[in-house]
């Protein structure tokens, strides 16, 4: 079967955008499923190769979930230990005590965009979807109102701001100044993660209510010993803080030892995510587990109890990323950035319409930064008069637009927070796309001004 080209790529995969909608939001088919199906009838169609259909999708779920499993295996135990000794409920306690009841949304904003600084979005959010659970809970809120300005302040972060792997590629493409970068996109970080975050939050969670009947509710909120003594504010965020520092040292690593040391490599490797992760878990076990009178017995329960209702959720981002393996093979993501560069735009917005695109596309935004600023790097160098910290930004901005069904993020969202697939369009998309705006808007508006 001959290759589809040009504008009948874009048309087949928008019909399996649509197709895989209709069919999980509709008629409730199971969405590890439904991405199979329409991942491969979509693969036929745009005529590729029937060897390569199921290779392609295998190395894209292969991909992700390399990744994701452990990130989301380690952070859940993390977490159940965290819920299990009252780390969590204490964090609660006390961020509502600060903020308030009524403003707990601007809290986990804050939190969010602190801890999310040098982790990745994945492992940002099941660090913080405990606490989330246990706010949400406190107060009665709608998880909505607490957990959209949570994912805005980690999206926000994981788009702009080094040292993100796509922000530091983006960075070196463009020739960027490092410091200069992280100043711009602090400007333009903070008020878009207030708008995206805590503004849209409270308008949406009005409109938006999850079913309250959540299973990985009961994974990290623990209801009974309401007389219980909670572990120590410090002793709880310096667990939770743990990977957070680490991954920051390790990133770092180069200003304290000269590169390729064992020195060097070592804080590389601690700096890890998974490693960080894997070292506060154990670190957990002493700080919330045997440090609170549990057992290993106990602490085996719940690292292994903790793993089942996350299965599923492991499963459907690994599978919307092999769709969106189809959708690159396939070359939809090839036809969408020839329409960009025919477009003719100002570097800014080439640099956020391109990154869009392969969003859109690709369902990944670190695959849409860095695919963006290989292509647009060389046009903008042409150009004289671009600053290029700001085109880190325009494209860090568009690589988050229109989150959808090939996304990990649009699934993690959605099961964490018991959504259906309207309501996760209606929060997640609608809250990412703000973000990408908004952050474009500011950061046109900053060009005029240096």
């Known amino acids: 079967m001959e290759a589809v080209q040009g504008t009948a790529l874009l048309v087949y995969a928008l019909v399996a955008v649509i197709a895989l909608i209709v069919l999980i939001a509709k008629f409730k088919m199971n969405p590890f499923i439904v991405l199979i199906v329409v991942s491969l009838v979509l693969g036929l169609a745009v005529g590729m190769p029937m060897g390569n259909i199921v290779k392609a999708f295998e190395t894209g779920v292969g991909g992700a979930l390399g990744h994701i499993a452990l990130v989301v295996g380690l952070g859940t135990m993390l977490g159940k230990m965290m819920a299990e000794s009252g780390g969590a409920e204490r964090i609660a306690n006390t961020m509502i005590k600060a903020f308030g009841e009524k403003n707990v949304h601007w809290a986990m904003m804050v939190v969010a965009f602190i801890v999310g600084l040098p982790v990745f979005f994945e492992v940002g959010f099941v660090l913080l979807v405990p606490i989330a659970f246990n706010v949400a809970k406190r107060t009665g809120t709608n998880m909505v109102l607490v957990g959209i300005p949570m994912v805005a302040g980690l999206s926000v972060v994981h788009g702009l701001i080094p040292p993100h792997p796509a922000a530091l590629l983006a960075v070196t493409a463009y020739s960027a100044d490092i ?7 602090l400007i333009v970080g903070i008020p878009t993660a207030i708008i995206a975050g805590p503004i849209f939050g409270k308008l949406i969670s009005k409109v938006v209510i999850p079913n309250p009947d959540n299973p990985l509710i009961a994974q990290f909120v623990e209801e009974h010993k309401k007389d219980r003594q909670l572990p120590g504010f410090g002793i709880t965020l310096f667990t939770i803080l743990l990977p957070v520092v680490l991954m920051l040292i390790g990133s770092w690593a180069d200003l304290f030892f000269a590169p390729k ?13 998974v490693i960080a992760l894997l070292i506060a878990t154990l670190v957990s076990f002493w700080t919330f587990g045997r440090a609170r009178g549990f057992g290993a017995d106990q602490i085996l329960k719940f690292t292994n109890e903790c793993l089942a209702p996350i299965a599923s959720i492991t499963l459907v981002v690994g599978a919307g990323a092999g769709f969106g393996r189809i959708l690159m093979d396939g070359g939809v993501s090839k036809a969408i950035v020839g329409i960009a560069t025919d477009a003719h735009l100002s570097p800014l917005l080439l640099g956020w319409f391109v990154a ?3 969003r859109v596309a690709t369902g990944s935004a670190t695959v849409a930064m ?3 600023c290989g292509i647009v790097a060389p046009i903008v160098a042409s150009i004289p008069g671009t600053r290029p910290e700001l085109m880190v930004l325009a494209t860090g901005a568009g690589s988050l637009i229109l989150s959808h069904v090939n996304d990990g993020g649009f699934w993690l969202v959605k099961e964490y927070f018991n959504m259906t697939v309207p309501q996760t369009f209606k929060t997640w998309t609608v809250m990412e796309t703000i973000v990408s705006v908004v952050a474009l808007l500011f950061t046109l508006a900053l060009a005029t001004v240096i």
């Open 179 to 185: 410091g200069r970068t992280i100043m711009y996109a």
């Open 261 to 273: 040391t064992f020195a060097n490599d070592f804080l590389r490797l601690i700096g890890n995510s």
């Open 370 to 372: 860095t695919t963006a």
């Open 356 to 358: 869009a695109l392969i």
